[in-house]
């Protein structure tokens, strides 16, 4: 039987655990969090890979909390965390790097706007954002 990986991250998610709209699901190795009907973050705990096709960057790639949003959406939430940044693969999420200096208090930062229903957090699952010809 396989053992199912623990996120130490899911620890700043408990303020939407008591909601019955709260769920997860395993995403890309990492573990995407659903509330009220939105794929609203994902964590990501592999720590170690820096480099992505020939770029190296000063943060592990897939270590931190991804957040799913609209690209409209990203230069309002850069703005009043400036720690977010578009993640280098999923170009389409922001991602705030584990290594960042406030990592700890921008991650309770995101949950409480989560909390409120911010409409730039968050995206409907399976959704394709994909026009049809």
């Known amino acids: 039987m396989k053992k199912k990986k623990v996120f130490s ?3 700043f998610c408990e303020p939407l655990q008591g909601s019955e709209s709260y769920y997860t699901r395993a995403m890309f190795g990492g ?3 659903y509330y009220n009907d939105l794929m609203v973050l994902m964590l990501a705990e592999s720590p170690g890979d ?7 960057y000063e943060f592990d ?4 909390i991804l957040v799913p949003t609209d690209r409209p959406h990203h230069s309002h939430l850069k ?6 940044i578009n993640h280098p693969i999923l170009a389409k999420w922001l991602f ?3 290594n960042c200096n406030r990592f700890e208090l921008c991650a ?15 995206i409907v699952p399976g ?4 026009k049809k010809k």
């Open 50 to 56: 820096r480099e992505y096709r020939g770029h190296s």
């Open 96 to 98: 705030l790097p584990a």
């Open 108 to 122: 309770s930062e995101l949950i409480d706007w989560i909390l409120k229903s911010d409409p730039k957090i968050g």
């Open 31 to 33: 573990l995407a969090i």
């Open 9 to 11: 991250y899911e620890i």
């Open 79 to 84: 703005s009043n965390m400036p720690e977010l």
């Open 127 to 130: 959704q394709s954002r994909r």
């Open 61 to 64: 790639l897939w270590n931190g």
